[in-house]
């Protein structure tokens, strides 16, 4: 099935630096959402956006639904070793129904 | 108020077997989603279910189904398994169709294939 392309694939941070990361697809989405995952749970969802060009925020989190609506971008500031997972962006064209779903950036940070 | 509980946690199966997983939504939720995700993947769609009734499909074959109970709880069900079946099986809940009111998901189902 489709998945959107996720960059980096994986980045390993030190504690207290910012992180960057984004979200690319061939198709346009007028829903886009940010999830992370932990191992053996489900994904956590972090920031939804609904409007090209919005960004909004959500502690330290801050997320853009990007002008060409095929694309999205998360940056994580000062991380701290709790931001450690696997964070996926998501897609949706209509309703909530249906998620489309990236490849996935894994964030591993160190002391 | 509790997320969305799935069950079981953990499950072994062999080929050519049939499993039934179970989710129960956020209390209040009515629309009920399945993913399929595979080791090292995002999690792909399955089904929607909304009102007790399909509201979309993904592309899995017909030994996929499910349904929505009237209390919004749901079941996956899966015939023939295959080796590939192999994956975490995740519910996620919302509490309507509206693309404003994005979904939470469970902690999903391991299910092994041997």
């Known amino acids: 099935g489709q998945q959107l392309n996720q960059s980096p694939q994986s980045m390993f941070i030190q504690e207290g630096e910012d992180v960057s990361m984004n979200c690319t697809s061939s198709?346009?989405?007028?829903?886009w959402l940010w999830y992370k995952q932990d191992p053996g749970e489900g994904p956590v969802l972090l920031i939804a956006l609904y409007k090209a060009g919005e960004l909004t925020s959500n502690g330290r989190l801050t997320a853009q639904f990007g002008i060409t609506r095929k694309d999205s971008f998360l940056n994580i500031s000062a991380s701290i070793p709790s931001d450690v997972g696997i964070y996926f962006c998501a897609g949706s064209t209509g309703t909530a129904s249906k998620l489309t779903f990236g490849t996935g950036t894994r964030l591993q940070v160190t002391l | 108020d509790a997320g969305v509980t799935q069950s079981p946690t953990h499950l072994i199966k062999t080929r050519g077997q049939h499993v039934t997983l179970r989710c129960s939504p956020i209390s209040g939720h009515k629309s009920v989603s399945w993913y399929q995700q595979v080791l090292g993947q995002g999690p792909q769609f399955i089904f929607q279910y909304y009102e007790k009734e399909e509201r979309g499909r993904g592309n899995f074959p017909d030994r996929f189904s499910a349904r929505q109970f009237p209390n919004y709880s749901s079941e996956l069900n899966v015939n023939a398994l295959l080796l590939g079946d192999s994956a975490l099986y995740l519910c996620?809940?919302?509490?309507?169709?509206?693309?404003?009111?994005?979904?939470?998901f469970g902690d999903g189902t391991r299910l092994s294939i041997l």
């Open positions: 198709s346009i989405f007028n829903t």
């Open positions: 996620a809940s919302s509490r309507d169709r509206d693309r404003a009111r994005p979904q939470h």
